[in-house]
């Protein structure tokens, strides 16, 4: 079956600390991908999104993430964490089919 | 573009009475999502429309739930009799061709069922 899987629940940074958030998928076909954030109290925003040209993508609020075909991956990076960034993180992939499939999401926390 | 306007954001009623929940896609995208979340759940994909059918509906969780999409521009939640289970967050979203594109969410439907 097709999914994607983000590894760890939770992550907790210090603020200026590298931000790194796991998503893996499971294909045999290219997929698109994509990540998106939550912020308290808010719907889902694009973040950036993976749709076969560039392999590392860059999204808005200083994020980017990689697609590793190697690897199955689409981790999600950000070099410098700010306060602000602290809100749940969902990757989600799609086959080229109506729906798009979302991960458990990834609570990212950022300490002063 | 105003983006997907979802209303109202916040309902509060009490067990047995019928909740409808609203939402407006993005002019031109015909593609309409509902989902609900949950702490336990997470995020659940409930239906979805494309150009106004109903294409999947197996993620509704029982009869009480039901959704229509009357046009391009509107489309309804409705739960009859709403129990506190329903309790969650419910959001609607559209896309552009499919997947490709990515969804668009509106900012969500709190819902409290005492």
């Known amino acids: 079956a097709q999914s994607v899987t983000q590894l760890g629940s939770h992550v907790s940074v210090s603020e200026g600390a590298l931000v790194l958030l796991r998503c893996n998928y499971s294909s045999s076909v290219p997929p698109y991908l994509f990540w998106y954030v939550q912020y308290p109290n808010q719907g889902l925003q694009l973040l950036l999104k993976?749709?076969?040209?560039?392999?590392l993508v860059k999204g808005i609020n200083g994020f980017e993430a990689e697609f590793k075909k190697s690897e199955t991956s689409f981790h999600l990076t950000k070099p410098s964490a700010h306060m602000s960034d602290a809100a749940e993180y969902f990757c989600a992939v799609s086959y080229n089919t109506d729906k798009l499939i979302f991960g458990t999401g990834t609570r990212l926390q950022v300490f002063p | 573009d105003a983006g997907v306007i979802q209303s109202p954001r916040h309902e509060v009623t009490e067990m047995g009475q019928e909740v409808t929940l609203r939402c407006k896609p993005i002019?031109?995208?015909?593609?309409l999502f509902w989902y609900r979340q949950t702490m336990m759940r997470g995020l659940e994909l409930l239906i979805y429309f494309n150009n106004n059918v109903p294409i999947d509906d197996s993620g509704m969780p029982e009869d009480r739930f039901s959704a229509k999409m009357p046009n391009a521009s509107f489309s309804t939640l409705k739960i009859q009799p709403s129990e506190p289970r329903d309790s969650a967050v419910y959001f609607c979203?559209?896309?552009?061709?499919?997947?490709?594109?990515?969804?668009?969410f509106g900012s969500g439907t709190r819902l409290t069922v005492v």
């Open positions: 993976y749709t076969s040209a560039a392999t």
């Open positions: 002019s031109g995208h015909d593609y």
């Open positions: 979203a559209s896309s552009l061709r499919r997947g490709f594109y990515g969804y668009t």
